[in-house]
Nanobody, 124 residues
Framework: QVQLVESGGGLVQAGGSLRLSCAAS????????MGWFRQNPGKERKFVAA????????NYTDSVKGRFTISRAHGKNTVYLQMNSLKPEDTAIYYC?????????????????WGQGTQVTVSS
């Protein structure tokens, strides 16, 4: 069973950058696609980005295209979300999860093994 732990969140000023990490346990991590979601209190969990097991295919929600980059580490045991040109509307708790179907599928129900989340706050 794979367990995920997010880290790297914090408080940044608008226009700044932040890099989130998702560390996974287990030798089978590399066979799974991965995704990042974000959620605010009282709101639905929303898709941010996804990446295929090989890392060659990625998918992003329109609001972060050109600003965020999802990637996998050399050993494929860690997934990153590089966030540049941050905006106040990017403020949320960010979660990583394992994709059950592939990067083209963006519903929370298409993902599992959710991490505990890491808070990202962007000040105006």
């Amino acid at each position: 069973q794979v367990q995920l732990v997010e880290s790297g969140g914090g408080l940044v000023q608008a226009g700044g950058s932040l890099r989130l990490s998702c560390a996974a346990s287990g030798r089978t991590f590399s066979i799974y696609g991965m995704g990042w979601f974000r959620q605010n209190p009282g709101k639905e969990r929303k898709f941010v980005a996804a990446i295929s097991p090989s890392g060659e295919i990625t998918n992003y929600t329109d609001s972060v295209k050109g600003r965020f980059t999802i990637s996998r580490a050399h050993g494929k045991n860690t997934v990153y979300l590089q966030m540049n040109s941050l905006k106040p509307e990017d403020t949320a708790i960010y979660y990583c999860a394992i994709s059950k179907r592939g990067p083209a599928y963006t519903s929370p129900g298409d993902f599992g093994s959710w991490g505990q989340g890491t808070q990202v706050t962007v000040s105006s």
